[in-house]
């Protein structure tokens, strides 16, 4: 929605989007040429152009702006954090993981390249995504690079992703039935950190004062969760609109999930809370500059897909 003068703009989420992805999609071009050796460079932009829908780098650019920071200071992080979810995704779907065939209607990396260089392309992209942290960012004090490549890399490994794999492989098969701490351990750390690192990384690189990073922190770790929650309501309604077409086959039948331990209206009720308790965390950002972020909230918390 436009009115007559730029000042005047109001915030509209699609055009933003839209023309965000398009910016991220230019960058991730860039930072991953198909260049020599082929096939690895293949397989990673596979994987990387498979259609995601972009909330980690969209979170990171909303987070540097919400600062007053411009986008192109924090295009590099954006790019990495994209990078890392796209690996962790090759290695979630690999056979001695969750052995999925396909990822987001498309054959999984390792269905199209082996095993052997799947496992190579997500080395390839978490490298290269601590290079472009290092080398990429322009114009930003080398202490905040260094901040922020220690965001990126603590949620990574085994305080973050890693950690979040590993409770998930422990807890899953045999019908395991996993206690609500659990459960929350394992999205905070699958999921909610690497929206964190996205966020503080983008306010970092924005300028962003110490207070304004650690609420920004808190409202990631919320919308990161509020993310999991969402799932998991969608697995029980898309299970239960399906039980009119097909046989009803439970989507989230073999896991342990938010209704299940708490009744699909409890969980509702806890996304809604987790919503309200990020968005928070922005009262008192100029609430301009913060509102993609909030959009983007909103958006995480009504998502059908
Ligand atoms: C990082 C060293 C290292 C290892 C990775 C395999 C692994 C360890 C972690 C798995 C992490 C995982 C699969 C988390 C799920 C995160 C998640 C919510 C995925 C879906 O995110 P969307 O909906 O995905 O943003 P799109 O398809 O839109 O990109």
New binding site residues.
């Given amino acids: 929605v436009f009115t007559t003068t730029e000042e005047e703009k109001i915030f509209n989420f699609v055009d933003y989007v839209a023309e965000k992805v398009i910016q991220v999609n230019e960058a991730l071009d860039d930072a991953v040429p198909l260049k020599y050796p082929h096939r690895i460079h293949e397989a990673m932009r596979y994987s990387l152009f ?7 780098p969209l979170l990171c650019i909303a987070a540097c702006e919400a600062v007053g920071g411009h986008q192109s200071t924090a295009m590099p992080a954006a790019c990495a954090v ?1 990078m ?11 056979p001695c ?2 052995n999925d065939d396909l ?2 209607g498309k054959p999984t990396n390792h269905k199209v390249y082996g095993e052997d260089v799947a496992v190579l392309a ?1 080395d390839g992209l ?1 490298i290269l995504a601590i290079e472009q942290m290092a080398t990429a960012t322009r114009g930003v004090a080398p202490n905040r690079v260094l901040a922020a490549v220690r965001e990126l890399i603590k949620a ?2 085994a305080e ?3 950690a ?3 409770e ?1 492989l422990r807890c899953t098969g045999n019908n395991q039935i996993v206690k609500l701490e659990t459960l929350e351990y394992i999205h905070l750390h ?2 909610a950190a ?1 929206f964190e690192a996205s966020v503080v990384m983008g306010a970092i690189f924005g300028g962003g004062t110490d207070e304004q990073v650690e609420k920004l922190r808190i409202f990631a770790r919320k919308i990161g969760l509020l ?2 929650v969402v ?1 998991d309501i969608l697995d029980v309604t898309r299970s239960s609109e399906e039980l009119g077409k097909t046989a009803g086959k439970d989507l989230a039948a073999d896991k342990t999930t938010y209704p299940k331990l708490l009744g699909l209206e409890k969980a509702m009720e806890f996304a809604e809370k987790l919503n309200g308790e990020a968005t928070e965390q922005l009262t008192d950002f100029d609430q301009k500059k913060v509102a993609p972020l909030v959009a983007l909230a909103d958006y995480i918390a009504c998502r059908d ?1």
């Fill in positions: 498979a259609g995601g829908k972009r909330i980690r994209e890392i979810h796209t690996m962790s995704l090759i290695q979630d779907d690999l993981m969750d990822r987001r997500g978490f990574g490994g973050g992703l890693v979040g794999q590993a998930d699958k999921t690497l993310f999991q799932d897909n």
